[in-house]
């Protein structure tokens, strides 16, 4: 089934799902999540590529061509305000993916979180 999910809800959702794959599931649901986050994956390495590119579009940097950090290792800018626009505008992006979806009745028996079913919920299927 396509569903369209955005770039922040995959980077959210990617971390949940490599928790899961790290559990003992149901083959249905075993196949499902590999096919997902191999999906998820792939379409987060465009994000990558676009947020290096802003990084090095904003990032202050000092005469030897080096990012300048702050006290907290992050990079600094001298336009953090648009820096953040434009990075809030790119995880706000939709992605229309092909996603494998499962009931919930495949994960019967399996203890999950409530941040691990939120993590899965775009493959969940309405019964």
Known sequence: ???KIT???MINGISGMQQLMKKELP???SYA???NKNKVNSVLKNFDEISKKLT???VKRDENGNPLKDKKG???SDNQEQWNKDFEELLDIEN???VHQISISDLQGVNLSVGQLEAIN???KEE
């Open 1 to 3: 089934m396509i569903k």
């Open 7 to 9: 770039n922040r809800e």
């Open 27 to 29: 083959i249905r649901a």
């Open 33 to 35: 999540l590999m096919k």
């Open 56 to 58: 090095d579009k904003y």
């Open 74 to 76: 992050l990079p600094k």
């Open 96 to 98: 229309e993916i092909d």
């Open 122 to 124: 775009f493959m969940i």
